[in-house]
């Protein structure tokens, strides 16, 4: 059973950072694609940000330049690095793992920017 813990979240102000870390419980993690997807209130659940298996990354336009996604295969964990954080930045923020067709959610962690 794949587990995924995400920690990291809080109230930050607009312009602050903050750092998300996701800690996963499996053996296939360094094969797995990973990846971070947000929801905000009355909205759908969106991908931010994606790291493949060889560190090839993805973005959302919304956020190119200001996330940045990584990955520590030792570890088993991914982390999202956000800078520049806006109001619209608002959201629950979910670790996501794929890997040859099943999927696996964090609990989500809440990010707030807000002055």
């Known amino acids: 059973q794949v587990q995924l813990v995400e920690s990291g979240g809080g109230l930050v102000q607009p312009g602050g950072s903050l750092r998300l870390s996701c800690a996963a419980s499996?053996?296939?993690?360094?094969?797995?694609?990973m990846g971070w997807y947000r929801q905000a209130p009355g909205k759908e659940r969106e991908l931010v940000a994606r790291?493949?298996?060889?560190?090839?990354?993805n973005y959302v336009d919304s956020v190119k330049g200001r996330f940045t996604i990584s990955r520590d295969n030792a570890k088993t964990t991914v982390a999202l690095q956000m800078n520049s954080l806006k109001p619209e930045d608002t959201a629950v923020y979910y670790c996501?793992?794929?890997?040859?067709?099943?999927?696996?959610w964090g609990q989500g962690t809440q990010v707030t920017v807000s002055s």
């Open positions: 996501h793992l794929h890997f040859l067709g099943a999927t696996y």
């Open positions: 499996t053996s296939i993690f360094s094969i797995a694609v």
């Open positions: 790291i493949l298996s060889d560190g090839v990354t």
